[in-house]
C-alpha cells in the first residue's frame, strides 16, 4: 500500500464526530468504532464530556460497540472520559502503531473490516487504521470555543501533504 493509500481515509465527515450518524454506520456496514479522544471526541486538554456528546455516544452505541484509544498518557484525564461515558479504554496508544487498535478490535470480537477507526488527524488515526486494515473516518477537530481559529503546526503540515498526496478525497 503506497503512501498515499496509508493516508486516504475511506470517508471525510464534514462537520465533528457528532455528524456520523447511525444511518451513515449501517450504509457502510460498520459493527464497532475505535475512537480517537482528544479533538475527536473532546477539546485537547477537556476533562470533562458535552451532553451532545453524551447524547451521540447513547444513540451510537446502540448500533455499533464503541472502544476509546488515545495516546495520552493520563488515566485521569483520558479515563474519566470514558467512565463518563461509560465505555472501554486504551491509553499510550502510540497511534501510527496498530498495536493498541488490535487490542481494541479483539475486544469487540468483531472482523477488522466492520471496525472504523474515528479520528481527526491523517498522521495517527487514519494511518494507523489504514495501516490495520479498518474503515477509517476523519472528523473535524473538537477545539475550545473561540479557539477555532487556531494554528497548528502538525495540523498544518498534514493538510498541506494530504493536499501534495491528493490524500483527502475519499477512497471510494
Known amino acids: 500500500m503506497s503512501w498515499n493509500e496509508l493516508l486516504q481515509p475511506d470517508l471525510i465527515l464534514e462537520g465533528s464526530i457528532l455528524s456520523l450518524t447511525p444511518e451513515i454506520l449501517q ?3 460498520l459493527k464497532g468504532l475505535v475512537l480517537d479522544v482528544d479533538e475527536t471526541l473532546v477539546p485537547m486538554k477537556a476533562t470533562a464530556t458535552s451532553a451532545e456528546l453524551r447524547q451521540w ?29 461509560n465505555l472501554p479504554y486504551i491509553l499510550g496508544a502510540v497511534k501510527p502503531s496498530r498495536r493498541k487498535l488490535r487490542q481494541a478490535v ?33 472528523v473535524e477537530p473538537i477545539v475550545e470555543p473561540g479557539a477555532a481559529v487556531r494554528s497548528s503546526p502538525v495540523r498544518n503540515f498534514e493538510v498541506l501533504l494530504s493536499q501534495f498526496l491528493g490524500s483527502i478525497t475519499p477512497k471510494k
Not at 57 to 83: C, H, K, P, Y
Not at 127 to 133: D, F, H, K, Q, T
Open 27 to 29: 450504509q457502510y456496514q
Open 57 to 85: 455516544v447513547e444513540q451510537t452505541r446502540l448500533v455499533t460497540a464503541l472502544w476509546l484509544v488515545s495516546n495520552n498518557l493520563s488515566d485521569t484525564r483520558i479515563g474519566g472520559i470514558a467512565r463518563s461515558l
Open 106 to 138: 479483539t475486544a469487540m470480537n468483531l472482523p477488522v473490516e466492520q471496525v472504523a477507526m474515528v479520528g481527526d488527524r491523517l498522521f495517527t488515526d487514519v494511518l494507523a487504521g489504514n495501516r490495520l486494515g479498518m474503515f477509517t473516518i476523519l
